[in-house]
């Protein structure tokens, strides 16, 4: 009897002590057990940042299919199912075409030393090399020089969204180390496009592309975004676009849409293309306004919203979103990982939040107590309780104000669970 990816994907997790190991040695080895499927994928864009690589990605495949093309597509975590991780020109995998990549990449392996993320990475590039499409966009797991994506000698283009502090115990504990890491996915003549960033990071992003003669087009130099009067209006050297807004809420979806079109440009699409990718964008759990659901039924009239942001960056632009947000009183709903900065992501937060209600996310090892939590959010001047469940926050806060605005918020891995119970 055929085994389903859940089983499969369950066996590959033992197949490596520790979650996180960065090094390409293992990716390589099974790679060329596979026959080195990494050759022979459609024109790949490569993404890496600490924040908005996702986003970014996303527009940039709205505006590629509207353009008539076909797109692969590579991202993680998945949120509700692993599936969600493998698009095959335009399609999440179906359940029998994972198990089968999976299966093939697990006898490839033959038992060696490979983490989860590796193995499913070449899983993803196995499908991806047997299925026709245009182009293949790959987002970077974690960093970038080591990331289990970086095995594309020429991709077509690369793109760098902000980089930021975030899983130092990896990338290290700097900007510039971190950006040392995430630059690492530049490639000789390969053109790089690059989202706004701070100077200590443009400056290591500059370096190596100036060594490996890449072209760079960065934001600021080589093209410039806003929004204006409710548009988004976009320069580079072949002209002005006056575009509707990203379909994604916030301020900080701006420079995103800025490197999408930058990058859409740049691969000769039209100005219908980039329209659509501001408007045809969808990308669950960053800010996500929750219209449907039982979640939503069972608590309304209270406006609910996701995001999975999780590091001080991502609450500086979550911050800025709610407070562009018609006035409304605002509660969270927080659950973090124990490896986060988490007074540094809710430090600006405390500012346009009335409470935050702390939970442990269900079913995850790494989870923060809630109670940890809660003493987080009082330290940086916050109101804070703790709640045993999801359902339980909900019910205190939606009890003492039925309308009020409520962000469940700290981590994909708790968005997840949101989208799987709300479904």
């Not at 987002?139 to 969204?161: F, S």
């Not at 490639?187 to 989202?195: A, E, I, S």
């Not at 200590?200 to 760079?216: H, K």
Request: proline share 6%.
């Amino acid at each position: 009897m055929t085994q389903s990816s859940d089983v499969i994907l369950a066996r590959m997790m033992a197949l490596h002590p520790k979650v996180i190991d960065l090094t390409l040695d293992r990716v390589w080895r099974l790679l060329a057990a596979l026959g080195n499927p990494q050759n022979d994928l459609p024109p790949v864009i490569h993404l890496a940042g600490t924040n908005g690589k996702g986003s970014t990605q996303a527009m940039i495949r709205a505006g590629l299919e509207a353009a008539g093309k076909t797109v692969h597509a590579y991202t993680s975590p998945h949120l509700a199912r692993f599936h969600e991780r493998i698009r095959l020109a335009g399609d999440l995998i179906s359940e029998d075409h994972l198990t089968a990549v999976l299966d093939e990449c697990y006898a490839a392996n033959d038992g060696g030393n490979i983490t989860y993320f590796e193995i499913t990475t070449a899983a993803a590039l196995l499908a991806f090399a047997r299925t026709p499409a245009n182009y293949t966009l790959l987002e970077v797991g974690l960093g970038g020089r080591l990331d289990a994506t970086n095995v594309i000698e020429t991709p077509a283009l690369t793109v760098i969204t902000p980089i930021d502090l975030d899983h130092q115990q990896f990338l290290g504990d700097t900007l510039q180390e971190i950006a040392g890491e995430k630059a690492g996915i530049i490639k000789r003549g390969v053109p790089c496009v690059v989202g706004p960033q701070h100077d200590e990071v443009l400056d290591v992003i500059e370096a190596r592309a100036a060594r490996l003669g890449a072209p760079l087009l960065a934001f600021g130099q080589q093209w410039h975004v806003t929004q204006e009067r409710g548009r988004l209006i976009y320069q580079d050297e072949t002209g002005l676009l006056d575009l509707p807004l990203p379909a994604l809420p916030g301020p900080h979806q701006i420079a995103n849409a800025g490197a999408a079109i930058a990058a859409l440009r740049r691969l000769g699409c039209d100005e219908v293309a980039c329209e659509a990718a501001m408007t045809d964008v969808f990308w669950p759990a960053r800010m996500q306004h929750l219209t449907t659901g039982r979640i939503v039924d069972r608590f309304r009239p209270a406006d609910l919203w996701l995001d999975g942001g999780h590091n001080p960056a991502a609450g500086v632009m979550l911050a800025r979103t709610l407070a562009d947000l018609p006035d409304r009183p605002t509660h969270l709903v927080c659950g973090m990982l124990n490896t986060k900065d988490i007074r540094g992501y809710l430090l600006p937060l405390a500012k346009v939040a009335q409470s935050l209600t702390a939970i442990s996310i269900p079913g995850e090892a790494n989870t923060l107590p809630a109670s940890v939590t809660a003493t987080a959010a009082r330290d940086v001047g916050m109101v804070a309780a703790v709640a045993d469940s999801l359902d339980a926050a909900l019910e205190d806060i939606s009890a003492k104000e039925p309308y009020a605005r409520i962000l469940i918020c700290g981590s994909l891995y708790l968005a997840g669970h949101v989208l799987r119970e709300n479904s």
